[in-house]
């Protein structure tokens, strides 16, 4: 039986969040297992790690447990501990920011943790090259992409979610960010720099963010300070429902996201949501976004910082008919790529082998020892 252990979990929401629901109940359609949660506040998260221990402990004890999985870095002394006491396998995600925290302390242990693990599953190259720098084994880091499930995001926007939002948009394109407002996302710049050359360019466009975060208030200064009041249209943490419903308003996916030290984007599950809609994107050239994008009909990669690049991407793509079957491209290639069961079966692959050299290494330290 497998075991998962995730300290971010539904009913709280992002995009860890995400991955740890549909990862775990993918796989439990599967293979039997088993899933230590939580999803409340980190504020709480030293009380769940002394509850995961213990529920973990005592399921080791029972001797069913064959494989154990730790949702990111963070929980990796978890993991080693409970690999010493259990004699299981244990494989760890790797998120990015989760690798790269740049506290001392932090990289002096998690890093060290990691190592000690039997595989790390990396959500891209730019992720696993992160692990690499900090020592961990190649053979033992993997690259397994965000999984999604595409027919969820099909583009149907009922009269009554169009109202919701209480938005005037007859005639005017729409594009649309989707993110925590942290500094690394750029939405800030974003409004302050590329809006107002946008506006010079073309009239024709509302910008939605959907998300909160500590960066609101820039955001708002920024579109204040430009006269952007009513271009710019900040909605909030809104529903799953209401997200989609975002989507399938939206014409065009931005993601303008630039470099912070000791933060990163190690993939980009808004890319392939927005693409699962049928939207094309532009986004930074930056970190593990750039995996996420495979072609030009997919979306334009601009360098980060490079404020022209952008109103030129976001014109040329506004200025093409929207085209039924190129979305439908979109929604495939996502499919065919990022769609649960696939991922899920890359999981699973991944653990049947990392369970097989595991039991191979400990018949090898029994014969030596008798």
């Not at 790797?94 to 959500?123: E, F, T």
């Not at 609101?216 to 900040?234: C, F, M, P, W, Y």
């Not at 930074?284 to 750039?290: K, T």
Request: contains cysteine; positive net charge.
């Amino acid at each position: 039986m497998l075991l998962f252990i995730t300290r971010k979990y539904p009913p709280s929401v992002g995009g860890m969040q995400k991955l740890s629901y549909q990862l775990t109940t993918e796989i439990s359609r599967r293979e039997k297992a088993r899933i230590i949660s939580w999803g409340q506040s980190q504020r709480w998260l030293p009380f769940f790690l002394l509850l995961a221990f213990a529920q973990a402990a005592w399921m080791l004890t029972r001797g069913a447990i064959t494989l154990i999985h730790i949702s990111d870095s963070l929980l990796a002394p978890l993991g080693v501990l409970l690999r010493l006491l259990g004699r299981v396998p244990v494989v760890a995600n790797a998120h990015g920011l989760d690798v790269i925290y740049p506290h001392p302390l932090y990289q002096l242990v998690i890093p060290w943790c990691l190592r000690r693990l039997d595989c790390v599953i990396c959500n891209s190259q730019y992720t696993r090259g992160e692990c690499l720098k900090r020592g961990i084994s190649g053979d033992r880091c993997v690259v397994i992409p965000l999984g999604i499930n595409v027919e969820e995001y099909k583009p149907v926007l009922s009269p009554e979610m169009r109202q919701r939002f209480g938005l005037n948009l007859n005639g005017r394109h729409i594009l649309l960010t989707v993110g925590r407002l942290v500094p690394r996302k750029g939405i800030a710049p974003f409004v302050s720099q590329v809006l107002p050359l946008l506006r010079q360019r073309r009239d024709d466009w509302v910008y939605l963010v959907v998300g909160d975060g500590p960066e609101r208030t820039a955001i708002e200064a920024a579109a204040a300070a430009h006269e952007l009041g009513d271009k710019v249209r900040l909605l909030g943490q809104v529903s799953e429902e209401e997200l989609k419903a975002a989507y399938a308003l939206a014409d065009l996916f931005v993601m303008p996201n630039v470099p912070v030290a000791g933060d990163a984007e190690g993939f980009g599950m808004v890319t392939l949501e927005a693409r699962a809609a049928g939207l094309p994107v532009v986004a930074a050239d930056l970190e593990g976004i750039r995996e996420s994008i495979e072609n030009e009909e997919d979306g334009l990669l601009v360098p980060p910082g490079d404020y022209t690049a952008y109103v030129q991407a976001i014109d040329r793509l506004l200025g093409k008919e929207p085209s039924p079957a190129e979305a439908q491209r979109r929604r495939e290639r996502v499919a065919a790529r990022y769609a649960w069961p696939r991922i899920a079966a890359r999981y699973l692959e991944v653990f049947r082998q990392v369970q097989t050299e595991y039991r191979t290494q400990r018949s090898w330290e029994v014969a030596d020892s008798d």
